[in-house]
């Protein structure tokens, strides 16, 4: 960096000051986003710069006695150069200069690249990053994350090997179709009736930021429970413990992954998949959904380019967005819209419909539990804490407890709104990913260092809760865990609608391998198989995960042209 500045200014009372402050800027940002949300910065964050803006003023940003001693022993070492510089006095000096530098520049970028980090076998831990930044550096680390951008396809990928997929899938459905023949009452005994053939009029799923029952990563006590009715609510519901591909942030990876059918753990290592993966024209659950009658609706209270959503919800075929300035005068929790604030918009969107029997799809993002669990709000009392060996010990825990009551509170009010409404209703929420709390609280409820925490327990972290409810009977049903990417089928499934051939294709292998995590694969018995091992021959699913893994490959990867369009798109159909 220095020798590039160097050489383009030509003189060192420039480069030294530029170059070094950028990087000590920069290393303030990364000390401050670890402490916020767990992870470090990554390139992929850049993209991502101005959503970062519009949540920072919720942190409390504090800088400590290292970085004012650093920024001051920065000063006085640029003080320095100012009064001693490195000029190239004449032009011919600087052109010949500037460009052996820059040379010696480009030539150790090549050989870093073709020869020291293959050499080396340099490498990013992703499953432990915070350790990697800190062991290797976070100029180095980051030059190496560069070589994670071009992702290549699959082993065993091909056009062949996609229309045999498709093929087996198109296979089994006229099967289940000749299967329908069987008489109703020999279905209902086998248990594969939902609702009773019935399809829910108001489809809303609620995709709740940063909802999480902490208790999976480990035993603590409250003064009162802080999932009251979730964790009561049993009739016409199904739920379980869904899957997230983050943990703290990245919270549109999450939604990708619900809506789309792909997992993160395929795509390039720490990408933000809704700025490079969601092409127009991508077939969804709301391609899927829109050709089944429905009209589909995105709301999210926070600005609409955030995450890329406005192009992407465009790209799904989303025919509306509900954003930003559309939730004035919404109740607020904190300075965010609260979950009650929310569902209202829901109620109100339901009832403007012209006619109470048309199908509506809503899509909603929630954001009152969003990190920055600290410092005290007019509009908000905590009323959550710990009890025992953790009173008073963890403030931002105990803040974030009290969040997820009033969501708890909330979704109960908007379940009983329904309940009142004759038109068909299902509703599916789940949290996003767990919260950016004190890294001592997870340590100490696990009782084991996370840093020891061996990878296969490790899914504790990303685990949420989800309810599929219906304002009509469904039977209800405890369904464990489940990959993200696994839900939009089953809930169309429960909402006796028909899939696209993917969505059938990720249905039948939830049975096999109901989780498909960035950390590992877990089969049907519980067994984790990281992800070399569910690559090679000792895995009874090889063929599965790698079928899996090239139907990804061109749904999110593939160029124009070499999409598989009739295996994503709703009955089959290649798009015009």
Known sequence: FYLIAFAVSGTSRIAVPVISLLLFVLAVAEALVVEFRGTPIMVWDLLAFRTAMTVADNYVIALTDEMWEAGSLLLWLNLLVLICPARLRWWREWLIGGMAFAGAAVGFVCYFYLSIVPGQVLEINMWEMNDTYEHQGYVLVTAISLKYIVKQPPQGYSMARLEAIYDRVEGNAQAEEERAGIPEEAREQEGNTAGEGIQPVNLICIMNESLSDLGVAGDFSTNQEYFPFLSSLRENTVRGNLCMPVFGAWTSNSEFEFLTGDSMALLPSGVIAYQFYVKPDTDTLVSTLKAQGYEAVAMHHYPAANWNRDRCYANMGFDEFVAGEDYEGCETIRNYVSDRGDYRKIIKRVEQKENPEDKLFVFNVTMQNHGGYEGDYGNFEEDVWLTGALKGKYPKAEQYLSLVRRSDEAFRELTEYFKGQKEPTMIVMFGDHQPGIEDEFYDEIYGTPSDQVPLGERLMWYE???????????????????????????????????????QQFLLEMSKSVPVVHPIGCYGEDGTFYSWEEARSAACPYQGLIGDYECLVYNHSMEGEGRRFGKMFAFGGRERE
Request: overall charge negative; proline content about 8%.
């Open 464 to 502: 949420t809760p989800f309810v599929i409810w219906t304002n009509y009977e469904q039977p209800e049903k405890e369904m464990g865990r489940l990959g993200a990417v696994f839900l939009s089928s089953y809930v169309l499934k429960l909402a006796n609608l028909e899939l696209a051939p993917f």
